[in-house]
């Protein structure tokens, strides 16, 4: 006799209730548990309270029921959105409005299916699915991806940039992971050093060189940023490299209940219970009360790279940025002792490599001027 109930009592509604949609949980620590879904959103529950989900049992005045639902964890009676989360009602409605979709790819199967296990193992094949779909409704360029550095990453960054070759897209944004929401409550986040990150992207620039010297013009898009700031007077207005702070003056974020935060950051820090960056909600709050509150006005005051220490002295300073959701993150201070700041290190780390290659290879410097003059 089987211990698991048969998937079709998951997949009956209890009456007036909800239809589960496929989730992971794991422990987080004695009390709590982290739950995924497929398409990476996540939650902590403590042990009742997904005991009672998984069971069908959450009533709707339960306080984690709309954020289940919203994280697409269940369907119920009322919920519009489809099995496969992107319909051609959606598409049709991103091309009328011009919406640009941008979604993760992690590198080839392997790694992309084992950095995203859902059930079937095949979020690799859905992903590309996906993105060809999303390009033949919109157009190749209405479609971009980013991936994520795991530990499982570090040793196959070619093979990574391989994959976004064959995929054709025409760059990639080697970039280590953050230290919020799912990579901190999974422990990720510390599963490799900025040493380490460096020497992977240090070696995956080298790659894209190499293909862009054999005739592939395919640039990253982290480099491309800093080199259009160090070599032309444009700013890109890459929210993380700006000073004051790009949070709220270059994006503003709506949550799905009403909730506007400084950055896509403060959002996923507000998660795990810093609402530091949330500015306010549309339903309570005027724009000027949002853009004009002390929980945006403080952090960009404070930490203002020309007046804080260490960068005020920094030779890097005009191609760097403030960045206080990190180093709150981080440090729980706005502005953070950047000695001990890998934001800082990485930044100084990648700095020194893209001027000491320009100087030391005219080639390079020509391949570099043609991913920012283009
Ligand atoms: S590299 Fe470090 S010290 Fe220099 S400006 Fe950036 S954060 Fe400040």
Redesign the pocket.
């Known amino acids: 006799m089987s211990k698991f109930l048969p998937l079709t009592h998951y997949n009956e509604p209890l009456a007036g209730g909800y239809r589960l949609l496929p989730f992971n949980f794991t422990p987080l620590d004695a009390a709590d548990y982290v739950a995924t879904t497929s398409v990476g959103e996540f939650v902590v529950l403590d042990r009742a309270t997904l005991e009672r989900f998984a069971r069908h049992q959450l009533l709707p005045n339960d306080p984690f029921y709309n954020l289940l639902k919203a994280k697409h964890f269940f369907l119920d009676d009322d919920s519009s959105v489809a099995l496969d989360l992107l319909t051609d009602e959606m598409l049709e409605f991103c091309k009328q409005h011009q919406v640009l979709i941008s979604t993760s790819l992690d590198g080839a199967a392997e790694l992309h299916n084992k950095n995203r296990p859902r059930p079937g193992r095949d979020s690799n094949a859905r992903a590309i699915a996906g993105i060809q779909l999303a390009r033949e409704k919109l157009g190749h360029d209405r479609v971009s991806a980013v991936m994520t550095t795991t530990s499982a990453s570090l040793s196959l960054g070619r093979e990574i940039i391989d994959e976004y070759v064959r995929q054709g897209f025409d760059g990639i944004f080697l970039r280590p992971l953050s230290p919020y929401g799912f990579a901190v409550k999974t422990k990720s986040y510390n599963a490799y050093d900025r040493h380490e990150w460096l020497r992977f992207f240090v070696d995956g620039l080298d790659y894209i060189l190499e293909l862009n010297r054999r005739g592939t013009r395919f640039i990253e898009q982290y480099s491309a940023t800093i080199l259009t700031k160090m070599l032309t007077p444009r700013n890109p207005g890459y929210v993380d490299l700006q000073s004051p702070a790009g949070i709220g003056i270059g994006v503003l974020v709506y949550n799905y209940d009403g909730d506007v935060y400084a950055s896509d950051e403060g959002r996923m820090l507000a998660e795990m219970g810093h609402k530091n960056f949330r500015l306010g909600n549309v339903h309570t709050n005027t724009y000027e009360d949002i853009l004009l509150s002390d929980q945006l006005l403080e952090p960009l005051e404070q930490s203002f790279?020309g007046s804080?220490p260490?960068?005020s002295e920094?030779a890097?300073?005009p191609f760097?940025?403030a960045e206080p959701v990190y180093h709150y993150a981080t440090q729980r201070d706005y502005v953070g002792r950047?000695a001990e700041?890998d934001?800082?290190?990485r930044?100084?780390g990648i700095?020194r490599h893209l001027i000491g290659l320009m100087r030391a290879d005219d080639e390079i410097e020509h391949i570099f001027r043609s991913w920012v003059f283009r």
């Open positions: 790279t804080v260490m960068c920094c890097f300073e760097c940025g950047k700041s934001f800082c290190q930044n100084m700095f």
